[in-house]
């Protein structure tokens, strides 16, 4: 009988994959629920005997069975999206089925664990400072030395929160993960409780999320005797995007509003009801069995350039031809990641812009395409990597539109802890409506008022607006709390500062 | 079993566990549909809090509303990368078609940015959508 292989990652679901999995049993297959090689564009995609076949519709299943169809890409391992990967945290992409405890031990699963218990807790955390692992959440802050931190910290009672809120627009590799390979996370889960001495781990996954939880609740359900005595548990998030802050999601899990608290302390200090935390993300976390194999460290440590080690699941999403998840080692550039891996639009129109990092990442021109995938180098281009997720937009992209866009998000998203974030977006969406529409504005009645002696007293011109405008984004960037009011001038400008001519600048 | 009792019986399922207001509220949501001032007061009663720091908690978060609405509701993406593939092109046609009966919900992002626009119906998902198959969403809703 043949066995065929179809994903149940979320993405493949929506795309129509349980119609076509059922279309093969109705033909007399055995079909085995995989996890998703990536290939987005591809979904759903069907493998028989390493071949593949897609995007399938039900039309297909006749010809692919009878191998006529000319839905064929070949052997799947060898297509170039996937030949030219280096896949270390999504070795097991497509290849395992993600519930089976018997697919995740013949796959070399638990073996970091294994040998993590074997060390002792400075020798472990030694090891992740070797590999050069830096968070993946999006500050990339060194994993090995939080870890150390918290080792060092006094109490007894310590906790692992594992960050999956996931809320930047363009990014899906923890999902992915948590739906395709679950005990991988709660297998780094474990070691990181082994490496500090945590008793109890939580996994925050935001709730629009649901098939991921739903994995996650299985699988921990699964591995609870061979994690113990290590505890872990799923929570969901509840629709704010600003839970994905450590110091949000950690009061979130308290059961509090989910704001931000000011640093110090250190959450690796006072974290989860006032008890040092280690708080990860799912890429951060997912990375660390790799590293703990016998010369995993050295070996994750020779991948990438400078600062930058080791690999990063970029996710290729937007306009883009072929989209999904392109797990490579650090110092490819975005001219690569865009036309040679991701072959260019998806409307076939040229590339404008590129937006790197989520919402708070800067719109990218395709003069900076030579960019390399960086920590530093991003940073030194007022740009960042945040979670890795690439956005691509065409021509017909209006980045004054997306502009506002940015300080309407943060609107909608801000915590309100803080003045320059809550209000600050607020005048910002005003603003910019008032410098795209030109419209000559009545006097604001507020500064009109006598005690307002540093307000204009005129109306403003468009360099005026535009300078408001500058002044506001260097408010929010160096007078908010934390990065969702910070990093908002950054696409902001970013569009200002390469395409005024989309904010009605007379070109 | 009246509502209080059902209510009593959600909190009491969730004794024991480090930070329950969370858990108790999204179980409370998807068995009212809301969280309304009546349940705030229970469930502040049982957590022993004050039902402002419940308050505080519902009216923080997008998921927890304060009325029910029995409309079925289409949470559509339309976050950056959606917009990249085109979906502020659908939006008023979708909302044309729902009008009152339907509920068209903005979303930030539901993990589906290689395939947009994308959009939620419950646990059921929807990618690449174009005008055609997202009025047959709304329509069939
Ligand atoms: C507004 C905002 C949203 C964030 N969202 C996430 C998120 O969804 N996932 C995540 O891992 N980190 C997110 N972060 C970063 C976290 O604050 C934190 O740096 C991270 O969880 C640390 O884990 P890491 O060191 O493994 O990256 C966000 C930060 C900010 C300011
Ligand atoms: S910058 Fe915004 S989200 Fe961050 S703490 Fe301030 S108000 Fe809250
Ligand atoms: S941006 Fe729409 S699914 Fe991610």
Redesign the interface.
Known sequence: MTTVRISDD??A???GADVIAEAFVAAGCTVERVSSWGM??L?PLVEIDGSGWGPTGVDDVAAILAKTSDLSIGTIADHPFIAAQQRLTFARAGKTRPLSLDDYAATGGWAGLKRARMLASPDLIAEVIQSGLRGRGGAGFPAGIKWQTVAAAPGTRKYIVCNAD???????AD?MLMEGDPFHLIEGMAIAAHAVGAA?GYIYVR?????AIAKLKAALVLAEALIAPFRCEV???????VCGEETSLLN????????VRAKPPLPAHQGL?GQPTVINNVLTLAAVPHILLEGGAAHYDSHGILRSKGTMPI??????KH??LFETAFGITLRELIYDIGGGT?SGRPVKAV?VGG?LGAYLHPDQFDIVFDYEAYSAADALIGHG?I????DT?DMGK?AR?AME?CA??SCGKCTPCRIGSTRGVELIDRIRGRAQTSADPVAALPQMHNAAKHLRTHDENLQLLEDLCETMQYGSLCALGGFTPYPVRSALKHWPEDFGASS | MTGEERLTEICAAHRGR??????I??DVQSAFGCVDPAAERVIANA?NLSRAEVH??VS?????TAEADPRPAIELCR???????GVEALVEAAEHAAGERVRIKT??????????P?A?I??Q????LDRAALLELVQSA
Request: proline share 4%; glycine share 14%; with cysteine.
């Open positions: 979320a993405l679901l929506a795309c987005h564009w979904e996931e809320g930047d627009s363009g990014t899906f999902r109890q709730s629009e999320y649901p098939h929570r969901v998030g509840a629709g704010a995007y979130s899990l308290e059961g509090k509003r989910g704001e009801f996710q290729l999403a937007g306009n883009i989209g999904g998806f937006q919402p997720g956005v691509v937009f065409d992209a997306l866009f998000f909608a998203e | 480090e930070g329950p207001l969370l858990p509220l999204h957590l505080g908690v923080f978060y997008h998921d927890f976050a950056e990368a959606c917009q990249a593939r979303v930030y992002c539901l993990g589906l940015c290689s395939a947009g994308a939620r419950g646990s998902l929807h990618a690449r």
